[in-house]
């Protein structure tokens, strides 16, 4: 059964501190991995994608991957309270187009 | 763009009572994904379909779901008959052909409450 695993949080950090969200995921054919933000009472919208091992960069957002280890990572530099919000860790196997979701880190960034 | 459409957002029922949930995806896109979210349980997969064609159904609990997408604009989720283990948000996804199909464009949700 294909796993993906957070923390579920809270993570509480200050504004303009970095934010670490991790993931890991149990089956080492994972070739696509991405990030959500999902707000309160709201749905979850995309926020980066990430297929090759390494660092990938998008403004304040930086995905990490790494396949050997099984684990991915977003990181969320001067964060703001509007980054308040549930992060959702999704992977899709080779050939699948269905993402499976890990449970989700809520993250809480205050003033 | 108007986006994925849910509707409705809101539905209560009694238990033993159908429910029908609708979607409308994006324009253009092909793929089609119905997901349950839950605090216990997160979100998970009930049905894809891809070109109007159900590719995995694996997700659907039991013989009292079923979905269909008679067209390219248009599914629906139904239960019948509805139980209060039912009650969750409900979301619709939808993704464009090609590179971008792993990326999902979720509906505003349906929250259902089943009493």
């Known amino acids: 059964q294909k796993e993906v695993e957070q923390n579920s949080g809270p993570l509480s950090v200050p504004e303009g501190a970095i934010a670490s969200l991790n993931c890991t995921y149990s089956d080492r054919g994972s070739q696509s991995f991405f990030w959500y933000r999902q707000y309160s009472g709201k749905s979850p919208e995309l926020i980066m994608s990430i297929y090759s091992n390494g660092d990938k960069e998008d403004g304040r957002f930086t995905a990490q991957l790494n396949k050997a280890s099984q684990y991915v990572s977003l990181l969320i530099r001067d964060s703001q309270p509007s980054d308040s919000a549930t992060y959702l860790c999704a992977v899709n196997t080779r050939g699948s187009y269905i993402p499976t979701f890990g449970r989700g880190t809520s993250l809480i960034v205050h003033p | 763009d108007a986006g994925v459409i849910q509707s409705p957002r809101h539905e209560v029922t009694e238990m033993g009572q159908e429910v029908t949930l609708r979607c409308k995806p994006i324009?253009?896109?092909?793929?089609l994904f119905w997901y349950r979210q839950t605090m216990m349980r997160g979100l998970e997969l009930l049905i894809y379909?891809?070109?109007?064609?159900?590719?995995?159904d694996s997700g659907m609990p039991e013989d009292r779901f079923s979905a269909k997408m008679p067209n390219a604009s248009f599914s629906t989720l139904k239960i019948q008959p509805s139980e209060p283990r039912d009650s969750a948000v409900y979301f619709c996804?939808?993704?464009?052909?090609?590179?971008?199909?792993?990326?999902?464009?979720f509906g505003s949700g349906t929250q259902l409450s089943v009493l």
């Open positions: 996804a939808s993704s464009p052909p090609g590179g971008g199909r792993e990326k999902l464009f």
């Open positions: 379909f891809n070109n109007n064609v159900p590719i995995d």
């Open positions: 324009s253009g896109h092909n793929s």
